[in-house]
């Protein structure tokens, strides 16, 4: 089936440092991806987001950027700081307005140390 | 602008017993989608409710069931409980506008079954 996968489990980074949080996709007609921090306890937060009509999206510290060619979406965090520790999820937006649903990868945990 | 809310925070049931949660999106928010998340699978999609209706539907037994009320406002039930349906639940809100839309989780309510 389709689904949409992370490349590492764990990233371990110091304080400072950029991160670079790494997904494959499998569904080539996903017009829309969204990633998401969950810390414990809480539910997942929306971080960024990007269409398809799109390579590469900034916000606040974070950038994502898509690969449509190779099906590979990636979110850089710059300047690393410890609350950015959390787990990270990209999603795929699948559905139209008979219905709609976010397919989520397995997560990536990024630990910062100070 | 209020967020996602649910409750209860926390629930702890026995195998055979049945469960219902609840959920209120942001207000102005139409859409209500809930997800199970767990160690092994990840977060996975369950159902999706507008204007009282379920518009789409994940891939999980007929034992999960939910609704939606005029308020918007969702409800899950888990009926006939196994140890497996230990999970956190997620309520995630969109408005729904008629475009692609980003979906914004409550805190869950995690749910034990002993």
């Known amino acids: 089936g389709e689904s949409v996968g992370l490349h590492l489990p764990t990233l371990s980074v110091q304080e400072g440092d950029n991160s670079i949080i790494n997904c494959a996709y499998s569904n080539s007609a996903s017009d829309y991806f969204i990633w998401y921090k969950q810390e414990s306890g809480k539910g997942p937060q929306f971080i960024i987001d990007i269409r398809s009509n799109m390579d590469k999206r900034q916000g606040q510290r974070v950038t994502v950027l898509l690969n449509k060619t190779v099906k590979h979406l990636s979110l850089q965090i710059a300047a690393t700081q410890p609350g950015d520790s959390a787990v990270y999820f990209c999603a795929e937006y699948v559905g139209d307005e008979a219905g709609t649903a976010l397919i989520f990868g397995k997560g990536t945990t990024l630990s910062v140390s100070s | 602008k209020a967020g996602v809310t649910q409750t209860p925070r926390y629930l702890i049931k026995t195998r055979g017993q049945q469960v219902t949660l609840s959920c209120s999106p942001i207000?102005?928010?139409?859409?209500v989608s809930w997800y199970q998340q767990t160690p092994g699978q990840g977060l996975q999609f369950l159902f999706e409710y507008f204007s009282e209706t379920q518009r789409n539907k994940g891939n999980f037994p007929g034992r999960f069931s939910g609704r939606q009320f005029s308020n918007s406002r969702s409800e899950m039930n888990v009926s006939t409980l196994e140890l497996g349906d230990s999970a956190l639940y997620l309520c995630?809100?969109?408005?729904?506008?008629?475009?692609?839309?980003?979906?914004?989780f409550g805190p869950g309510t995690r749910l034990l079954v002993l």
């Open positions: 995630a809100s969109s408005l729904s506008s008629g475009g692609v839309e980003t979906q914004y």
């Open positions: 207000s102005g928010h139409r859409s």
